[in-house]
């Protein structure tokens, strides 16, 4: 403890110094004109600067906290699907054979909102979140489970592993008609071949060709142009920036359209602000390669037995992200795969859409499903 005159020292030689400061500031304003100025203004605004990166994060933070718990879709439930994992699935509607649906790369359940409603009235449908998308939490880097370390992260072999997890913990009844789109379709087409009396029907949403990412345009395209334009994303996600573009309305969420309930915009935006959702979706696109190669090594070895019926839904339109002879390429590798791995699927066209479909022509696949339910009922 410093005694009260050592104290006092201290005070009077603080003043000096002060003094002194202030005299050479007014020698220094006097004699070199705004250096002074300049270097506090420079200062405030480095305060400025600290508080513009600081805040926003810290605000995101404070509102994805909140958002998280509120804009959780009506129905839906967290099931342990043991290991201390929690995954979102979202049930609606009652009755046999369930519909499962299985999203895009990258997408929550939102993506199948309208296509559930609709099938909803007739079966149960059921949809769910892939770890740390959505409503379902990332894993931490000390909660692998064992199939992580035999597929890796954020492949097929791993998601499938979770799902066919999902729906037991679940209680889901069996068979059920597993349709998928892009990644979902392969995880769909990964889950019959493995788990072939689990699935009455298979129907794949435009498909992923396996061989796609053998294509060096292809490869130059994903991992060059699409995966930098995500990893914006989710820096922009991290440091709060998207929330702030958002609330400015210099960005949108992707899916939009109309009669989209106020909630599911909200929870859009949610989504797209969340960091952990968007380097999920970052990660499932980074390994769909390592993906489509583990489908196709499984379908080489445990073909489909023909008592599994598969349906094939494609647009006649191409993506317009996506350079012209890139959807040409798509289209033709499509078409090969499909005529050799799935010959005798039944193939639907449906006119006028292209990759969006299911949130731009809902109503154009649930037609389709509905018919597939309407057959297992009346076999039933
Ligand atoms: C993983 O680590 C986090 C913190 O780093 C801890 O809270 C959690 O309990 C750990 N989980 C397991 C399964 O060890
Ligand atoms: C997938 O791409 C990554 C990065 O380009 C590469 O390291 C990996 O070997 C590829 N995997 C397969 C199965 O082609």
Redesign the pocket.
């Known amino acids: 403890m410093p005694t009260s005159t050592e104290a006092q020292a201290s005070v009077n030689e603080t003043l000096r110094s002060d003094r002194k400061d202030s005299n050479q500031r007014q020698h220094t304003q006097t004699g070199t004109g705004g250096r002074w100025f300049s270097s506090s203004f420079l200062l405030n605004v480095g305060k400025c600067l600290i508080l513009i990166i600081i805040i926003p994060p810290f605000l995101n933070y404070a509102s994805l906290q909140r958002e998280g718990q509120m804009l959780m879709p009506k129905g839906g439930q967290i099931v342990d699907i043991g ?2 994992q929690g995954m979102h699935l979202l049930c609606k509607g009652k009755g046999k054979p369930v519909v499962i649906l299985d999203a895009p790369t990258g997408m929550s359940t939102d993506v199948w909102l309208h296509v559930q409603d609709n099938l909803a009235t007739q079966t149960q449908v059921c949809t769910y979140d892939r770890t740390g998308l959505g409503f379902s939490k990332r894993l ?4 692998t489970s064992a199939s992580e370390r035999v597929w890796g992260m954020s492949t097929t072999g791993r998601m499938v592993e979770d799902l066919h997890r999902l729906l037991q913990a679940a209680g889901i009844a069996r068979p059920f008609i597993l349709v998928g789109s892009e990644l979902g379709a392969l995880n769909s087409r990964f889950y019959t071949h493995i788990h072939d009396l689990e699935v009455s029907d298979l129907v794949l949403i435009d498909p992923i060709p396996e061989d796609l990412f053998e294509e060096d345009q292809w490869k130059d395209y994903w991992y060059g142009k699409l995966l930098p334009s995500l990893q914006v994303k989710q820096f922009s996600a991290a440091t709060g920036l998207s929330r702030m573009l958002i609330i400015l309305g210099a960005i949108e969420p992707n899916i939009q359209g109309e009669n989209l309930p106020e909630e599911f915009v909200q929870r859009q935006k949610y989504l797209l602000s969340n960091p952990a959702h968007q380097s999920s979706a970052v990660d499932e696109h980074f390994f769909l390669n390592e993906s489509a190669a583990q489908v196709r090594d499984i379908s080489k070895f445990k073909p489909l037995t023909r008592r599994t019926p598969v349906t094939v839904i494609t647009g006649d339109s191409f993506d317009q992200q996506i350079p012209e002879h890139l959807n040409q390429m798509v289209a033709r590798l499509q078409k090969k795969f499909l005529e050799e791995s799935y010959p005798s699927a039944n193939h639907i066209h449906i006119k006028g859409t292209d990759r969006q479909m299911i949130y731009k022509k809902p109503s154009a696949i649930s037609q389709h499903l509905r018919k597939l339910v309407n057959q297992r009922q009346g076999k039933q």
């Open positions: 290991l201390g931490m880097q000390n909660e």
